[in-house]
């Protein structure tokens, strides 16, 4: 049996799958929206795994898989043994023997790699404290489909260093764009927990308004994330700061675009007027995990392929 390819951090795949990637769920996208059936997944199961919280995430993979002609099956901790304790190696090896390919939502990226070390099937990320591939996958798609290719463009993060910020920072590295980075003191991002190897793709700023300056996307994300909740009344006082507000997006470059992963906090991380505005793509961006992971699945399951492969 030849070992399963894995979706775990961004950098897990080439530019040149990510080139392919792109085109295909322009393809997947535009059948979808024709009504045309596409069904390259007919009899494959889908298992999902959820430690925290998601809206976006369980219905973009379930309705995903479905629509390729395929089934999902959600589990999480309260229901199933993995919260009372069964390792994550028994689980990996026994879910990996009832399906043909596994999402999971948790905490340390240390389990999902353990969970995809003894896994017969490909294992996708679908969020972990330190990185949310399939997230950037759909910001990066949106972000072409608003605005062209994204290399040599400048990505403005304000906020918090968390597993969106790291994801950023690896997308840069291997496609070819800027990040300027502004987090309050004491919540700096380490290139190095971002998985980088080089530091040449970003630059911090200490006053967010200046990493906003000539932007071509500004983005930002909560505050406080999942697994974090005992750290919020602080984090409230120390990021007062960094919300995204017109004054920010009026220095970045004309035509830049506003994302934001959703769920979003109107006047903590971004002002309503921000989220709500003309240079918002929320809307599109969140309906794009659908069309980025259904293309995501299919090449983990077969592979590269042109037009209708079913
Ligand atoms: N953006 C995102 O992953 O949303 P959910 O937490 O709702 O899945
Ligand atoms: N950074 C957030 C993203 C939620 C989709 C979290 O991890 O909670």
Same mark, same amino acid.
């Given at each position: 049996?030849? &070992?399963?390819?894995?979706?775990?951090? =961004?950098?897990?795949?080439?530019?040149?799958?990510?080139?392919?990637? =792109?085109?295909?769920?322009?393809?997947?996208?535009?059948?979808?929206?024709?009504?045309?059936?596409?069904?390259? !997944? #007919?009899?494959?199961?889908?298992?999902?795994?959820?430690?925290?919280?998601?809206?976006?995430?369980?219905?973009?993979?379930?309705?995903?898989?479905?629509?390729?002609?395929?089934?999902?099956?959600?589990?999480?901790?309260?229901?199933?043994? !993995?919260?009372?304790?069964?390792?994550?190696?028994?689980?990996?090896?026994?879910?990996?023997?009832?399906?043909?390919?596994?999402?999971?939502?948790?905490?340390?990226?240390?389990?999902?790699?353990?969970?995809?070390?003894?896994?017969?099937?490909?294992?996708?990320?679908?969020?972990?404290?330190?990185?949310?591939?399939?997230?950037? !996958?759909?910001?990066? #798609?949106?972000?072409?489909?608003?605005?062209?290719?994204?290399?040599?463009?400048?990505?403005?993060?304000?906020?918090?260093?968390?597993? $969106?910020?790291?994801?950023?920072?690896?997308?840069?590295?291997?496609?070819? #764009?800027?990040?300027?980075?502004?987090?309050?003191?004491?919540?700096? *991002?380490?290139?190095?927990?971002?998985?980088?190897?080089?530091?040449?793709?970003? *630059?911090?700023?200490?006053?967010? $308004?200046?990493?906003?300056?000539?932007?071509?996307?500004?983005?930002?994300?909560?505050?406080?994330?999942?697994?974090?909740?005992?750290?919020?009344?602080?984090?409230?006082?120390?990021?007062?700061?960094?919300?995204?507000?017109?004054?920010?997006?009026?220095?970045?470059?004309?035509?830049?675009?506003?994302?934001?992963?959703?769920?979003?906090?109107?006047? @903590?991380?971004?002002?309503?007027?921000?989220?709500?505005?003309?240079?918002?793509?929320?809307?599109?961006?969140?309906?794009?995990?659908?069309? *980025?992971?259904? &293309?995501?699945? @299919?090449?983990?399951?077969?592979?590269?392929?042109?037009?209708?492969? &079913?």
């Amino acid at each position: 049996m030849n &070992a399963p390819r894995h979706y775990l951090q =961004f950098k897990d795949f080439s530019r040149a799958e990510y080139d392919y990637l =792109f085109d295909r769920t322009h393809w997947i996208k535009d059948r979808f929206k024709r009504y045309e059936p596409h069904h390259p !997944l #007919f009899d494959r199961t889908l298992v999902m795994i959820f430690e925290k919280a998601s809206t976006r995430t369980r219905l973009s993979f379930e309705a995903g898989m479905q629509q390729l002609g395929g089934s999902a099956i959600y589990l999480n901790t309260r229901d199933s043994q !993995l919260g009372r304790g069964e390792p994550v190696e028994d689980a990996a090896q026994v879910i990996s023997r009832m399906s043909d390919i596994v999402m999971i939502r948790t905490f340390e990226q240390t389990i999902i790699e353990r969970f995809a070390e003894y896994s017969r099937v490909p294992v996708i990320n679908g969020l972990t404290n330190e990185y949310h591939p399939c997230q950037i !996958l759909a910001d990066i #798609f949106t972000f072409i489909e608003h605005r062209g290719p994204i290399q040599g463009k400048t990505v403005a993060w304000v906020g918090d260093a968390n597993n $969106m910020c790291n994801t950023w920072l690896q997308a840069a590295e291997l496609l070819d #764009f800027k990040v300027h980075v502004s987090t309050p003191p004491g919540y700096e *991002v380490e290139p190095e927990q971002a998985g980088c190897t080089r530091t040449d793709h970003f *630059v911090r700023f200490d006053d967010p $308004m200046e990493a906003c300056r000539g932007a071509d996307l500004v983005t930002t994300d909560v505050w406080t994330s999942m697994g974090f909740e005992a750290e919020n009344e602080e984090r409230m006082r120390d990021f007062a700061d960094w919300q995204v507000d017109a004054d920010m997006m009026q220095v970045a470059n004309p035509g830049a675009v506003f994302m934001h992963c959703l769920p979003a906090h109107r006047g @903590e991380e971004v002002s309503a007027e921000v989220i709500d505005g003309p240079q918002s793509v929320v809307w599109e961006e969140a309906e794009n995990r659908l069309h *980025v992971q259904k &293309a995501l699945m @299919e090449f983990l399951l077969i592979g590269k392929v042109e037009g209708d492969c &079913a």
